[in-house]
């Protein structure tokens, strides 16, 4: 037995009037989740536990099996480890967004905060910025590091950790008052305005109708942290395909190799289809038992407030993913679970993430799943009838294996 999750991140939200009273994964094309779902097992799971902020990292923990309130130590260590940074332990790391803030008249502290990922800026522009930065800032205990796209890494030597405000939560606001209040890293993020609002690479973006990427704005503050290995937990040789390095950090810090697909960016057009074949590949010919499947674009559309391009990239995830997996799987001849779902919601109206229970779809290829009558979609509002629920939401993978797991 084979077994995949297909986690895209942020699909679900919550009913929009534009849409008839639908959410937009109620409302998408998704006729290969329609053919799963009367055949499996759909249900509600809470990913984020109760006190703790809605993130990608609470909850992707938590869909990993790692319960957040004994393993979390903050968001961009774990992308530390996805970048190779080796931290000690009195380190603290911080992502450093490369974003886009009005460029009015007055002060840093005025401007507003209009984009957390600077029209999803490529990696190979953000280096040209990050460079900037390390030239101005670097020393001190301070260094900077490249990641993917406008997500990339601060780390300080003998570091303290303080509440720090995602730019994704503050989109549209002034962002004065979400400021740190640690003197240098506020300092840092105001000359960072001054040395990028300037440069040359973000001229070019303007003229091509592109954001600047004007700022870095750091947040996520955390130290090294200690997970242990999925594979001595499940008893399974794990693979992780993503793009990013929140998912590929949380791999490697518990020993789960990593799959590299060239074309796969975290943005709406990403390679969806070789993020298929590769999972296919690694559960067909490679000897892996577990495959996990992380798909960014429909929170990064949630975080856009674009109500269609979160329906094109559920889309995208039922037609260029759900389809060859399966399809590839059965041709294969693999018996295989397969359990479908968002890690926490991102919805259009508040464009962040929230904390609400997420609907789940759990396959079983050999027909024991028990399914709903066959007019039963994939939604929020079909799970939720189902009566099932995950409480504890980092106890599903256990459902998901056949096997309770400490």
Not at 31 to 49: C, F, I, K, R
Not at 239 to 257: N, T
Not at 299 to 312: I, N, R, T, V
């Amino acid at each position: 037995m084979k077994y995949v999750i297909v986690l895209s991140d942020g699909m679900a939200g919550r009913p929009l009037q534009e849409l008839g009273g639908k959410t937009t994964l109620a409302a998408a094309r998704t006729p290969v989740m329609d053919a799963l779902a009367p055949e499996s097992e759909l249900g509600m799971a809470s990913m984020v536990p109760e006190g703790m902020a809605p993130g990608s990292d609470t909850a992707n923990l938590a869909v990993m099996g790692y319960d957040p309130k004994l393993y979390y130590t903050g968001r961009s260590p774990l992308e530390a480890l996805s970048i190779g940074v080796v931290m000690a332990d009195t380190d603290v790391s911080f992502r450093c967004n490369l974003v886009t803030v009005s460029e009015d008249e007055g002060e840093y502290e005025d401007q507003v905060m209009i984009d957390h990922s600077s029209d999803e800026i490529d990696t190979a522009d953000a280096a040209v910025l990050i460079e900037a930065l390390k030239r101005e800032f670097e020393g001190d205990g301070y260094t900077f590091y490249v990641g993917t796209s406008y997500r990339h890494l601060l780390v300080q030597k003998e570091g303290s950790l303080s509440g720090l405000t995602p730019p994704h939560d503050i989109l549209t606001r002034r962002i004065g008052e979400y400021l740190p209040e640690d003197e240098i890293l506020r300092g840092m993020m105001r000359r960072s305005y001054e040395i990028l609002k300037e440069h040359p690479l973000n001229a070019e973006r303007r003229k091509k109708g592109l954001k600047p990427a004007n700022s870095a704005w750091f947040w996520g503050a955390g130290r090294r942290p200690a997970l242990t290995s999925f594979e001595e937990r499940t008893g399974k040789r794990g693979v992780m395909v993503s793009a990013v390095d929140l998912l590929k950090g949380i791999a490697v810090g518990a020993g789960m190799d990593r799959i590299l697909v060239e074309g796969a960016n975290g943005g709406l057009h990403t390679n969806y289809e070789g993020k298929a074949r590769a999972a296919v590949k690694a559960l067909t010919e490679d000897g892996y038992d577990f495959a996990y499947i992380h798909i960014e674009a429909p929170d990064e559309m949630g975080h856009q407030g674009s109500m269609e391009d979160k329906l094109a990239a559920i889309e995208y995830v039922d037609e260029k993913v759900l389809g060859p997996l399966t399809e590839g799987l059965k041709a294969a001849g693999e018996d295989f679970r397969l359990l479908l779902l968002p890690d926490h919601p991102t919805p259009i109206e508040v464009r962040t993430h929230t904390g609400e229970p997420v609907p789940y779809l759990l396959y079983d290829s050999t027909g024991v799943s028990q399914g709903a009558d066959a007019s039963v979609r994939y939604d929020e509002q079909s799970a939720a009838r189902t009566g099932k629920n995950w409480p504890e939401g980092f106890r599903l993978i256990g459902h998901l294996l056949q096997e309770e797991l400490c």
